[in-house]
């Protein structure tokens, strides 16, 4: 057993990453922080987590000596702390986008803000297991993908590393509410949000940044292009992406490239069927799952691929990205604690 | 043409005077004010109204004389303007609780405040226009229902007036979240609460002291309760009440209550079909109408009556109650502006 | 005052006319045609419309002459009956998709069937008023536009005429439960259908014809291509359309080019704010409207603009087409009957 | 290891419980029938049991004998079977009705139909845990209860058994569409079932019948009424009791009558909390979870208690309460394979 403690654990991230550890058969949670909520039992906040933890959040100061620690706190807020969260853990899993990006540049021009702590931006490994596994069981200190940047890449990277389609990539994602967190606005305030499609930044998410960057190996030139748009529900995430398949690119290629990168992969589905009503990836099966499905269609008329692609972006796109992260670092089996299938209908 | 101003236009309730006000063919729209928004554009606030109309907001204090003046207040807050606003106005409605209630003590009991200006109390009729039709038409002042309890009291005020049930009275009340009001909370956070079934008031609902006023000069001892349950709609109310019929109270008689009391009513409808889905009042059909239907059904095997009654709360519950008062104070036709049907499918 | 008679009145295109032509100054409703409901009350189907209308459905066969009718039957159906049809009525308005392409041979690629009634094709003027308005005038015979194709038409026809966006345009839809029409099936059954970002038409989407048909004169090479979502939502459509612009357009050209065409349409409205949380079109505040609201955003970092487009697909998608056509076609004011502003919030 | 099967699983019972097995640490599922989809994939009608089984559809006459089978038809079918398929099986569970009620008479008063095999009617145990845990261990044939008669009887029970409130009770129940199964009509059609708070059922309802059997050792005189309302939800059942306490009552007491019955029940929580937006029990959060949450409010002013209780109606209140009686019947440990926690924010 493992000692994990989890550093912003009042937030949907770090509320997840609880659920996932108290059911995880190789760990024990020792300590969740929490200022505002210091010496609240987590269930206040986590009511899903009745009767199954009698914890109370401590306050961050109170942190002590564990195996791992879970940093889920705002963007901008973890690059302050990691010198010194690290003398607390011999390993530690960021689930925030401080360390995300390999370049120092690259955050002022997608966050607007001069890293604090530049030196350790080469310490953090990449949490997506499916393009980085290796490195992550030998790694110290991980860095989870956004949630967006998460769908988009597993969709894509088969695609590019086996040069099936054209450059020019855009993604149009369809996001929900627990994306923004916790924090109250009118934005969120439901007779406003609820029933929405709102176009809520059709042009430069930041995510595209972690996109390019994890593709860039296999074609340096490529242009991607967010447009998101959020809809009435909480959780999950699905990508329509267009591009353009290279000439004489047929379905069988497409086929290929998938089969040859996830075949083996436990948590990667190819969703396309003839028949049913579920042919494509659909998030509302996911919530709960680390499932990442993937689907596409390849126009008949005109010269163009849709991919789709889906996923609970609390889980595989944050939590559960970071729970097989750390059963790769500690060699637990990867899916441990992972294992739960979804829910039907939902 | 009539000059009409609405004293607190930015919230729900003002929004939705305004939509109605804008459409009214008797009236112009002078004013609208909000502290917090003024000079900013209405549409900013209510972007149905975009190319409806290009007034900005005032700030309160530049409110100048109008024909009518709504005021649109949380709660606690008119009762220190109302004697400045009625030199404004020669007709003031107001949609806030702090003139409904006649009796200055039950403020108090049922607000937790004491009432600042009680001499005013009797100036307001109580805007029902199916109880107080021809006292409205008269008056000066009306200070329209809460939304919970003009629906709780169309639908009951029949069988009290003609003695069809017991004294003991359930009301469940699904509610929606605009009835909060505009400002953002955790409790209005989407992800919090979208998809709620959530018990916020199972006893101690404010409204009853409203319904016990207008429906006990026909019956003194009623014992009314409400459970009021919030669910994931945004626009609309829908109470399920709990009877006990008086012994050898046929179906027919509940019939012959309703028809005696409001068969000339246009905006009360008796919905009790034998085929169709919707065979009992439903209020996502309701959405933008002034519309209250009422149906019921009488329990074969135990002796029980269960009335259903629907409307929307921001317009018969509210603008649109104000609006048919509006007609009736200044001789217009009763349905005037209100004519809106509904929308199916929706 | 004229005689308006609708043919296959069950359906929701079919309800919705009726409720704007319950409800329309110059217009008395006939007849309401249904099968399989005929001597039934229309409001058994359309429970919107009680206390609105005492009308029965009547029988197809018992279809009497009148002023004009409205045909809103399945596709494929009205092609065998419209020479029949036009016996009955002067001025006949389609909302099927059977008279909306000009060229035979378009129905056999996108529809599948070989029409049946050629001939008639070159009587129909396609009904978009934005495009035809002097057409529609004097024409006795309208087809309206398919809900998807009027949106993405009215979002793109200034981009293309003045020549703004290269031939390359990728149209994402975002769809509601509505526009699939009244029959249940397993896809449109509730613990299925709700909660899905289902892709249901990753390419081939049949509106692409029309689209193409419409924009083709102002560029004849479009390359246009839809990819459908289906959201849960009841009503509404909004499309984000993605487009690359001609190299130094900038924003300003764009923002021409729509006042160009549209600064005086009635029922279009520009969106696009710098503050508050409705900053571009959404489809939750147009439901029961004729507004088509339209917004973009040109991408600072690679050469890209974002159409932002929305409409309720029942009304300005159909039956508020329809209503507006022939408004022009009896030289009613444009507007007439279709005033409604919309409900915020809901 | 067992070897399970499932008679009609292609129902939302028979995946909920195919879904719950095929993660059971100590069950094999052997085979899971479906007359319609015979030889079709398990995954094509429960998408979520994708890379989870490669199981087939098995043709009802194909069923082989096994340890425990699991019954999951329509009401009114097992009876006539139930003969033959204890021949298959040593333990049998049906999650129908037909074998729930142990008087004939009974069947024919709320079903209207007579039971085609009343001898076998007291081989059944009922088979909620909390109430008959001895009876289910030593049983071989469990008759699973109604969903909502699950969590009113779990509601009810303590308060009943320990003298806590009168006799007269309503149940006013908030009810999900996965209730009505897997079958499309006009009712759950997208555009009509969403958004609706549709009083389907104002009195009547069936699973009367089952409360006042449980609940009539310790009280006979129970009159027990149930108004259920249908909302937008597909997961997910509350009840807001209406009870009466008896004079002299308190708070305590009831509390006592809870901890009493419930202190060590794996899968009651009491969820009464001062603080926190999840004071009461809420269905959303419990969405997968066997678990039974209940709370209560003790009315102030009028004497009155309100009891709330939330369950999902797949799982505790169907497919989840047949594995904790499997588990039960078999010496497993009986929160095995039911541990799922739940998820928030969703």
Redesign the interface.
Known sequence: MIKASIYGASG?AG?EIL?LL??HPKVVVAQATSRQFANEPIS?????????TALNFSHPDDLKKCDILFVALPNGKSMYLMSKLKKLAEKIIDLGADFRLHKQSAFEHWYGYKHENPKLLSDFIYGIAELHREKIKKSACVACAGCEATVSILALYPLVKHNIIEEKI?I?A?MS??QAG???????????????????M???HRH?AEIIQELSPFNKNL???I?A?A??????L?V?I?AIPKQEVTEKDIWKAYRNEYQNEPFI?I?K?R????R??????L???N?CDI????????N?L?I?A?IDNLVKGTAGQAVQAMNLMFGFPETMGL????????
């Open positions: 949907y509320g659920r108290l059911s206040l906040i986590h009511p899903n987590l009745r009767k199954k855009i149009d369809k509410s627990s916790l924090k109250p606005s009118l934005s969120s305030h439901h007779p406003e949000r609820a029933g929405v499609v709102r176009s809520y059709p042009t430069g595209t242009d991607v292009a447009s748009t809809l009435d529900m909480v959780r999950g699905l329509t267009h589905r969703v069927e028949q049913g009503i579920y494509y990836p659909e998030p509302k099966i919530q709960g799952t499932f689907g596409f269609e390849k126009d008949k008329i005109t163009r849709v789709i889906a294992e739960f299938t979804g829910l039907h209908p939902i």
